[in-house]
């Protein structure tokens, strides 16, 4: 893809950002696209043309320090296409990734065996202690926003994700979702009621537990059409 060619598409799909904000935004990008090991330095050499490197690694340095431009502004053009005239259910992961000193966490769209980032958040570590449910919980309602009630979507977390306050909070939205849970917590159900792990289930056998109350701190009640599944290899599912 030629450098113009991205400039063109970003241009063309971030209409809520300012005019200015879209050309640096789509300049930025194809400097990055560009380079081996992307930082502001690297990608402001890259971008340096016409003027000198010094100002174009403070040009990049500005735009990703301005608390005015949101992601959510810069992907809501994306978020429409996706999700444009969709019938199929529409799988979203829910991950956090660690890039050197910051944790991420990433919305993004299982399509065709790959994944596109809708929405995404970084925080030091130490700013996470008190703020990482609120973050999650966050991005959920900013996902809702930008994806019509009409698109059927499936939440794929893993066991970080246990909290029955997030599961509520998905069920408030209208999400559905499928999280791996751990182990030692308490569920009930027609069938057992007790420690997850203790649930009595033989190698090679998976066992699907359905209308299951979980966690004893929090009920949830999941959607009647959601269930446990369980199993020796699997710590839970």
């Not at 935004?25 to 971008?47: C, D, F, N, Q, Y």
């Not at 529409?90 to 065709?112: N, P, Q, Y």
């Not at 559905?176 to 057992?192: H, L, S």
């Not at 007790?194 to 009595?200: A, F, Q, R, S």
């Amino acid at each position: 893809m030629s450098t113009q060619s991205i400039i063109t598409w970003i241009l063309g799909g971030t209409s809520n950002l300012r005019p200015s904000q879209s050309q640096t935004l789509a300049v930025l990008v194809a400097a990055a696209l560009r380079t081996e090991r992307p930082s502001l330095a690297a990608i402001g050499r890259k971008l340096a043309g016409s003027v000198t490197a010094k100002s174009a690694i403070k040009r990049a340095w500005r735009f990703t320090d301005n608390a005015r431009v949101e992601v959510a502004d810069a992907m809501a053009d994306v978020i429409a296409k996706v999700v444009h005239r969709r019938k199929k259910r529409l799988l979203v992961s829910f991950d956090w990734t660690e890039f050197r000193r910051f944790h991420s966490l990433v919305a993004a769209a299982c399509l065709g065996g790959r994944a596109v980032p809708l929405l995404g958040a970084s925080s030091p570590p130490w700013q996470l202690t008190r703020s990482q449910n609120s973050l999650e919980e966050g991005l959920l309602r900013l996902l809702r926003t930008l994806i019509p009630d009409s698109v059927p979507v499936v939440i794929l977390a893993d066991r970080g994700f246990g909290r029955a306050e997030w599961a509520v909070v998905c069920q408030e939205l209208g999400f559905r979702y499928v999280v791996r849970i751990k182990p030692a917590v308490t569920v009930a159900c027609v069938r057992y009621r007790g420690v997850l792990k203790k649930y009595p289930v033989r190698k090679g056998i998976a066992h699907v537990l359905r209308d299951v109350q979980y966690r004893k701190d929090a009920w949830v009640n999941p959607p009647n059409r959601d269930s446990l599944a369980t199993g020796p290899a699997e710590e839970a599912g």
